[in-house]
């Protein structure tokens, strides 16, 4: 490494600290009139997308994850439809999907006023700011602020949805059409989800609505994000790569693109189409069947040119449900990974920075794995008794 390439990451942690108590999000930062990101932002090496996309790079990134039409799952079609869905659970744990019923009006409106909300005034966004992850309706920057050793080129709004009646209230108050709209859009993405949830379940030969009782119903939380354009974004990344702690997530982004997937050794970039809906499989999916469909890595980059907003909706697991394999898919076969408890492995996955699958990888069995105290069900409960919160720790 050059010393140019050193001079890029000194930045000391009292230098640091002081970069954070200051900062008010990254379009903030760019309205100031930077002309070259801060040191805070500069990413290793090994971590930076110039580095990690080499191989897509290789054979020109023509791979793109499945396109799904939703149009006959609930008709004739529907057992063709299950089927090409179980398949891309199996081979990418990410899909796309088009005619799957949510309202193209409702689909711009939400877009439209998330982008109202990023432009508001920095002094009324920093009225929801917060890096208090116990805090459910918050406005934030990078992964977790006061835990990131390297920050992240993205700004963020957390809203919970479910029940509406808890949190609707504590949702922005502007634009004066946030709520109203935001309302409007959960209620849609909560029943594509149902019909996804049931359509994952049937793939698998199991009850329509198995899995949709455990991952589908009980915690929908929505964040939209924006990632401002950046003047070095060979440097830095909007979201690190990662798999989602929850059942399954329903991504809308806009037409600029960024989202890429992991697989099979290379990154791909998800190609944006128009009023479609990026599904992936998160980390208690793959708990659930024991292996058989995967969480996938996934990450955002940024661009030199536009701004990205995207808005994503976690569907996950009640705190207190214990997640194991399920019996009826282990086919004879040992379980894979151990049973946890989801509000605690939600608190040790926001416990640490975004790490690839390290978190699901912790709960992998292998041959004679010995019962820590810890991991013991009793142990579980222990833990969530002091983190009765710790589901709205998703930044």
């Avoid at 000391?12 to 970069?19: D, L, R, Y």
Wanted: hydrophobic share 35%; with cysteine; glycine share 6%.
């Amino acid at each position: 490494m050059g010393s140019s390439e050193e001079e890029e990451l000194t930045f000391g942690e009292a230098e640091m600290n002081v970069f954070k108590q200051n900062l008010k999000g990254v379009k903030a930062l760019m309205e100031s009139g930077i002309t070259r990101i801060p040191n805070a932002y500069v990413k290793p090496l090994d971590e930076r997308p110039t580095k990690l996309s080499a191989a897509a790079a290789a054979d020109g990134n023509k791979i793109e994850i499945p396109v799904i039409d939703l149009a006959d799952l609930d008709g004739d079609g529907q057992d063709q439809v299950v089927k090409t869905i179980g398949e891309a659970c199996e081979k990418w744990g990410f899909f796309q999907v088009i005619n799957h019923g949510v309202p193209t009006s409702v689909i711009h409106s939400m877009m439209q006023v998330c982008q109202e909300f990023f432009d508001l005034p920095t002094e009324e966004k920093m009225e929801l700011y917060s890096d208090d992850t116990l805090k459910p309706v918050r406005f934030g920057t990078s992964y977790s602020l006061s835990k990131d050793t390297v920050l992240e080129w993205r700004d963020y709004l957390r809203c919970p949805c479910r029940p509406l009646s808890d949190f609707i209230h504590l949702w922005p108050a502007k634009p004066s059409t946030f709520r109203e709209v935001t309302m409007e859009y959960s209620k849609e993405i909560a029943a594509l989800a149902k019909r996804l949830c049931y359509a994952l379940s049937e793939s698998l030969g199991l009850e329509s609505e198995c899995l949709y009782e455990v991952i589908g119903k009980h915690q929908q939380i929505l964040m939209p994000n924006h990632y401002p354009a950046c003047p070095n974004p060979d440097l830095t990344i909007g979201l690190s790569a990662h798999s989602d702690a929850g059942g399954i997530t329903i991504l809308l982004q806009d037409h600029v693109g960024g989202l890429e997937v992991f697989n099979e050794g290379q990154w791909i970039a998800v190609k944006p189409l128009p009023d479609a809906f990026v599904v992936n499989l998160a980390d208690q999916t793959q708990i659930l069947t024991n292996g058989k469909y995967k969480s996938v890595e996934h990450r955002a980059t940024v661009n030199a040119q536009r701004a990205r907003i995207s808005i994503s909706t976690f569907f996950q697991p009640a705190a207190d449900a214990k997640i194991a394999p399920i019996p009826e898919l282990l086919g004879g076969q040992p379980p894979m990974y151990r049973e946890s408890l989801f509000g605690v492995y939600l608190r040790d996955f926001f416990t640490n920075r975004l790490n690839r699958k390290s978190a699901v990888d912790s709960l992998k069995l292998s041959g004679k794995t010995k019962t820590r105290k810890s991991h013991t069900v009793q142990g579980f409960k222990k833990k969530l008794r002091k983190c009765r919160n710790c589901i709205n720790r998703a930044p």
